[in-house]
C-alpha cells in the first residue's frame, strides 16, 4: 500500500478518491494523506488532472449533442412495435398452457407446414439456382472450400492492421469462387465472397479458403460470422485460446464455434447484431 | 470525481424485479426512462470512440431495444447502467470496424478541431488555453485504445467493476490503465 515505505502510490490515490476502496485500507490511506503534504500535493494534481480531463471531453461534445426528443419518440414508437412480436422464449410457455392433446395437434400441424414449405422451397428452388444456393450456403462445402492458412504467429495475428484483417477479396477470385459453386449472375447484396479462416486468424488468400456466404438471406450469414471472428481473434490475442484450434474450429463449423465460443445458440434475427450484445467481451 | 450514490444505485422501478410477468407497457416505460438517463452519456461515449452522431444515435437506438428485450425475457437487471455501456460499446466497435471499410468520418474529430477556448478568457488566455487543449488531444490520442476507453467511460460516471464488465477487463486492469492515462495526461505540461 505505502510506496518507499512513507507515500502512496498514485494507483492507491486514485483508488481511494474514485472510492473504489473500503475498510482498513481506505482509512489507512486517509490518515495518510491528512499526515502528508507530499501525497496532497499529489492529489491535487490528480485532481487537477481529472478536472482538465473531464473539461476537455464534456466540452468538446455537449454543445453539439443533439436534442433527445426525435431519438426518444423513434424509440417508443419501435418499442412499440417490439413489444407487438412476442418473443421466441414464449413459446414453451405457450406450450405448457395447452391442454396436452391439443399441444401434440399443434405441433404436428407446426412439422407439417414446416416439411411442406421445404418442399416448396426445394422444388422452387430448382428453378432459382442461386435462391437454393442461399439456403444450403450458410456452410461452405468443404470439399470446395475445406479452409487454407498461411503461416503466421500470434504476434503477426494480433498486430495485423485492421486493413488487412477486412481485406477485400480480389474481382477476379470472386468470380472463380462464384462458378466453383455453380452460382450464375449472383446479386451483389446476396452474397459476401467470405474468408472461411479470416486473415484475422491466418487465413489464407486462397479459393480453398473462400465461399460465398448468405449476407443476410440465411439466419446464419455473414454478419453472424463477423461476431465469431472478432471473438475468436479477441479469445487468441488474449491468449484463452491457442491459434489452431481457432482455425480449426472456424473452418470445420463456425455455427456450432458460435455456440460454442459466444456462449449462446442466438443469432442475428431482429437485432442487427445480437451476438454481440449477448456476448461482448 | 466520484460518482454519487444515486447514480450508483439506479433506482429502477420497483415493478422491473419480476421481469417477463411485466406488462410491457410498464416495461416499455421503463425502457424511456432508462433512455432519458443514459442518452446522452452513451452518445458522448460512443462519438468518442469515433462514430458520427447519426451512426451513434442509430447505435443507442439498438442499446435500448435490445435492453427491452432483455428486460422481457426476464434476464439479469444487475448492473444495467454497465450492461447498456456495454452493448454500446460492442456495437459501436462493429460500426467502427464497418466505417473504416467505407473510409466514414467522425464527428468527434470534427468537434475538437472546431473547438473554442471560453470567451470569458483574455486573447492571450485564449491562445494558451487552445494550445494546451491541443496537447491534451494528442496524449489522449497516443494512449492506447483500451486506457482511452476507461478514461472516457470513468467521465461518464462508471466505476470500476462497471468499466471491467464493459471492456471485459479484470478491475486491477482499469486500475492501472486509469492510473496511467492520467499520469500521462499530467506530464502535458512538462517540456
Known amino acids: ?281 | 470525481m466520484p460518482p454519487t450514490d444515486a447514480i450508483r444505485e439506479l433506482p429502477f422501478p420497483a415493478s422491473a424485479g419480476t421481469g417477463s410477468s411485466a406488462k410491457p407497457s410498464e416495461s416499455e416505460c421503463e425502457v424511456i426512462h432508462l433512455f432519458e438517463q443514459f442518452r446522452n452519456p452513451l452518445l458522448r461515449y460512443v462519438v468518442s470512440r469515433g462514430l458520427s452522431f447519426q451512426d451513434g444515435e442509430e447505435i443507442i437506438q439498438e442499446v435500448f431495444l435490445a435492453l427491452f428485450r432483455h428486460l422481457q425475457l426476464g434476464k439479469s437487471r444487475r448492473n444495467l447502467r454497465g450492461w447498456v455501456f456495454r452493448v454500446a460499446h460492442n456495437l459501436a466497435l462493429k460500426q467502427h470496424s464497418a466505417n473504416k471499410r467505407t473510409q466514414a468520418t467522425s464527428d468527434f474529430d470534427e468537434a475538437l478541431a472546431q473547438q473554442q477556448p471560453a470567451a470569458t478568457l483574455n486573447p492571450e488566455e485564449q491562445a494558451a488555453s487552445s494550445q494546451r487543449h491541443e496537447r491534451m488531444q494528442a496524449v489522449l490520442r497516443a494512449l492506447p485504445e483500451q486506457d482511452r476507453c476507461c478514461l472516457y467511460l470513468r467521465a461518464e460516471g462508471l466505476r470500476y467493476r462497471e468499466i471491467a464488465a464493459a471492456l471485459g477487463m479484470s478491475l486491477g486492469a482499469v486500475s492501472i490503465a486509469l492510473t496511467r492515462s492520467l499520469a500521462r495526461m499530467g506530464r502535458v505540461d512538462e517540456g
Open chain 1, 1 to 281: 500500500m505505502l510506496r518507499e515505505p512513507f507515500h502512496l502510490s498514485d494507483q492507491d490515490i486514485l483508488l481511494l478518491v474514485d472510492g473504489e476502496i473500503s475498510g482498513r485500507r481506505a482509512r489507512q490511506a486517509r490518515a495518510h494523506l491528512t499526515a502528508c503534504w507530499f501525497c496532497r500535493s499529489r492529489l491535487g494534481d490528480l485532481e487537477g488532472t481529472i478536472a482538465d480531463f473531464v473539461t476537455l471531453h464534456r466540452s468538446t461534445l455537449d454543445a453539439k449533442l443533439p436534442p433527445s426528443g426525435g431519438a426518444r419518440s423513434l424509440l417508443k414508437a419501435r418499442l412499440a412495435e417490439a413489444a407487438a412480436v412476442p418473443s421466441t422464449n414464449r413459446w414453451p410457455r405457450l406450450v405448457q398452457l395447452l391442454p396436452p392433446h391439443r399441444t401434440t395437434a399443434h405441433l404436428c400441424a407446426a412439422v407439417l407446414i414446416t416439411v411442406l414449405g421445404f418442399i416448396f422451397l426445394l422444388r422452387h428452388s430448382r428453378l432459382q439456382a442461386p435462391n437454393l444456393a442461399l439456403v444450403s450456403m450458410a456452410i461452405p462445402n468443404h470439399d470446395l472450400t475445406p479452409g487454407a492458412t498461411r503461416p503466421v504467429s500470434i504476434g503477426d495475428v494480433c498486430s495485423m492492421p485492421h486493413e488487412e484483417v477486412v481485406r477485400a477479396v480480389p474481382s477476379s477470385l470472386r468470380q472463380q469462387v462464384f462458378r466453383e459453386y455453380g452460382i450464375v449472375n449472383p446479386r451483389p447484396e446476396d452474397y459476401e465472397i467470405d474468408y472461411l479462416i479470416t486473415p484475422g486468424l491466418g487465413g489464407a488468400d486462397d479459393i480453398h479458403n473462400l465461399w460465398p456466404e448468405p449476407t443476410s438471406s440465411s439466419a446464419w450469414n455473414a454478419r453472424v460470422k463477423d461476431a465469431l471472428e472478432e471473438r475468436l481473434h479477441q479469445l487468441v490475442c488474449d491468449g484463452e485460446l491457442d491459434l489452431p484450434t481457432a482455425q480449426r474450429a472456424i473452418a470445420t463449423d463456425w455455427i456450432t464455434a458460435y455456440k460454442k465460443y459466444l456462449g449462446t445458440d442466438r443469432y442475428v434475427s431482429q437485432m442487427r447484431r445480437p451476438a454481440l450484445l449477448e456476448n461482448p467481451s
